[in-house]
């Protein structure tokens, strides 16, 4: 059975930090992808950025330079170190993997973590 488990969310002030992390378990398909999306209030759910087996990285733009996404493929964990923080950036936060090396969009991604919530505000 296919496992995702996001941690790390929590209330921070504009310019703060925090770092989410994801484990993945139980998947065996050699090419993959895990990615970090996010859903705030009222709004649909968008990539915010991923990874690839192969090793390509995707960011969205309105993160680029302030988050880093890395991973550690010996067990499958992947985080995303978020800095300057912006009030926009509050959302539930997911990690979500799909079985493919380049995946982008939410279609693509099959399994799906329970969500973490970030929040923003001073």
């Known amino acids: 059975e296919v496992q995702l488990v996001e941690s790390g969310g929590g209330l921070v002030q504009p310019g703060g930090s925090l770092t989410l992390s994801c484990a993945a378990s139980?998947?065996?398909?050699?090419?993959?992808?895990i990615g970090w999306f996010r859903q705030a209030p009222g709004k649909e759910r968008e990539v915010v950025s991923c990874?690839?087996?192969?090793?390509?990285?995707f960011y969205v733009d309105s993160v680029r330079g302030r988050f880093t996404i890395s991973s550690d493929d010996a067990d499958n964990t992947v985080w995303l170190q978020m800095n300057n923080l912006e009030p926009e950036d509050t959302a539930v936060y997911y990690c979500?993997?799909?079985?493919?090396?380049?995946?982008?969009?939410?279609?693509?991604?099959?399994?799906w973590g329970h969500g973490t919530q970030v929040t923003v505000s001073a």
């Open positions: 139980g998947f065996t398909f050699g090419d993959y992808s």
């Open positions: 979500a993997l799909a079985p493919s090396r380049v995946a982008r969009d939410v279609y693509e991604y099959d399994y």
């Open positions: 990874i690839g087996s192969g090793g390509g990285i």
